[in-house]
């Protein structure tokens, strides 16, 4: 199951009282929310959370993630970097394929005592997917080789 760090910052000029921080982040908590925030001590501005989200239980936009932080905290919030978080599994593969909008089959195998992850996507998807960028999703993502396969 991919997970996401949605960073959403809450406080850029630092309006939020140390206790107000507190609260919303207590707030967010509170809805069920795994938050990850400054606690001691708590920056004077420039305030973010960061939300981790199992994408296949709760996967929102970017906006509602804002949204739902600008309601905790009671002041505007604005969106920060998404990241997300790799376990090397054929599950991350998957997901790397999903976020750039394709499919694929995801096999493993071993030569010379190395790990290499072939990944065949559909010829069709060639010249939309950039192979480059998507070689190193992956590698990041399986921390192994990558061949990709356009078939």
Known sequence: M????VRVIVDAEGELSDDRFRA??????DQGWTVIAASDPIPEYGRDVELIIDVDVRNA???QYVALCADAFGIP???GIVTYVSRGTDDDAVGVLTRFGT???VERLLED????VRVRIPRIEERRVPESRLLTAMEAALNAEVRI???
């Open 2 to 5: 991919p997970t996401a760090v």
């Open 24 to 29: 919303g982040v207590q707030s967010l908590r």
């Open 61 to 63: 936009t970017a906006e």
């Open 77 to 79: 919030a604005r969106p």
């Open 103 to 105: 499919r694929g089959e």
């Open 113 to 116: 005592g190395e790990e290499i």
């Open 149 to 151: 396969e356009f078939i």
